[in-house]
């Protein structure tokens, strides 16, 4: 690892980008589980569901498309989005300090 990140600003900033990376990860995973209509009964469905919706809860029913799979695509999509810029964001400005 080169020396300019080493320090823990930079690091930081890269457990930041880490974080909203996953995030935006298991809200994408959601998204497709959905449109593949995934077995709702199995367990990592749920756990990816359950955890897609806590994450989602502030954009999950922003969108009143009248086609479900709309308003999953727009509503998680969008926090997925939103996880991204911000996170990255707030680590690239970690990263030039």
Do not use: C, K
């Amino acid at each position: 690892m080169s020396p300019r990140y080493r320090n823990g600003s930079n690091q930081a900033g890269t457990v930041i980008a880490i974080v909203a990376d996953v995030m935006a990860l298991i809200l994408g995973l959601w998204i497709l589980m959905y449109l593949l209509d995934a077995n709702r009964a199995n367990d990592l469905v749920q756990f990816v569901h359950n955890l897609a919706s806590w994450l989602a809860g502030w954009s999950r029913d922003l969108f009143t498309f009248d086609e479900a799979w709309a308003r999953v695509v727009a509503g998680y999509g969008l926090a997925a989005v939103v996880y991204l810029f911000i996170g990255h964001a707030i680590a690239n400005r970690m990263h030039r300090h």
